[in-house]
């Protein structure tokens, strides 16, 4: 079974660009989970998607946005970057309502200049 | 408040010599889970308690789970240099005014490894 594969694994962009992030779950999970990690905040939950709707929302600004498609991908949104958006960018998957376990991609590094 | 955070900050210690890391959260939990993340990478799993669980093993890994305590501790035995690395604590709990879980990760504890 194929993990969580998140696309690109690094990037590079300039303040005030925006930039997309996407992330396939395992097969047959449906809830999909966002987080940003940074050495000084550590890992801060984003939002979460199940069946195509967001659930749940983490305190982040507006800027950031994601959605979930009918085959449960997902991508991620943010746009007006700022220098301290640079973090790396997790995906999990699960099978929700089970509490079982989360399974994580090895996430995208984005770096704005 | 931070549901789970982890205890210590940074570990250091010698190839062969037992790594413990504590975690402690505020509320109720239906389950709590360890990971650990190599510099860079994605978290990799290791371990699921569940609240009803006290203690469980895995290869040289043992979870404890004291629910009164709100705590839990994760030790590696005869650690490996190829143990190094961040390890988390997530608890997995429910959203009040709905039957989704609420996921919250803890700072991490960072072991250092040497040979």
């Known amino acids: 079974k194929a993990g969580v594969t998140q696309t690109p694994r690094y990037l590079i962009k300039t303040r005030g660009q925006q930039v997309t992030l996407s992330c396939s779950p395992i097969?047959?999970?449906?809830?999909v989970s966002w987080y940003q990690q940074t050495p000084g905040q550590g890992l801060q939950f984003l939002f979460e998607?199940?069946?195509?709707?967001?659930?749940n929302k983490g305190n982040f600004p507006g800027r950031f946005s994601g959605r979930q498609f009918s085959n449960s991908r997902s991508e991620m949104n943010v746009s007006t970057l700022e220098l301290g958006d640079s973090a790396l960018y997790l995906c999990?998957?699960?099978?929700?309502?089970?509490?079982?376990?989360?399974?994580f991609g090895e996430g995208s590094w984005l770096t704005v200049v | 408040s931070q549901q789970g955070e982890e205890d210590p900050q940074a570990l250091s210690i010698q190839e062969g010599e037992n790594a413990t890391m504590n975690c402690s959260y505020k509320?109720?939990?239906?389950?709590l889970q360890w990971y650990r993340q190599n510099s860079g990478r994605g978290l990799v799993h290791l371990i699921l308690?569940?609240?009803?669980?006290r203690e469980k093993h895995s290869g040289r890994l043992r979870v404890t789970l004291d629910t009164s305590k709100k705590s839990s501790s994760l030790l590696i035995t005869a650690s490996r240099a190829a143990d190094t690395a961040s390890y988390f604590c997530?608890?997995?709990?429910?959203?009040?005014?709905?039957?989704?879980?609420?996921?919250?990760f803890g700072p991490g504890t960072s072991l250092s490894v040497i040979p």
């Open positions: 997530a608890t997995v709990s429910l959203y009040q005014k709905t039957s989704y879980d609420k996921v919250i």
């Open positions: 509320t109720s939990i239906n389950n």
């Open positions: 998607y199940f069946s195509e709707t967001q659930r």
């Open positions: 097969s047959g999970h449906r809830s």
């Open positions: 308690i569940r609240s009803n669980e």
């Open positions: 999990a998957s699960s099978v929700p309502g089970q509490r079982n376990t989360i399974y």
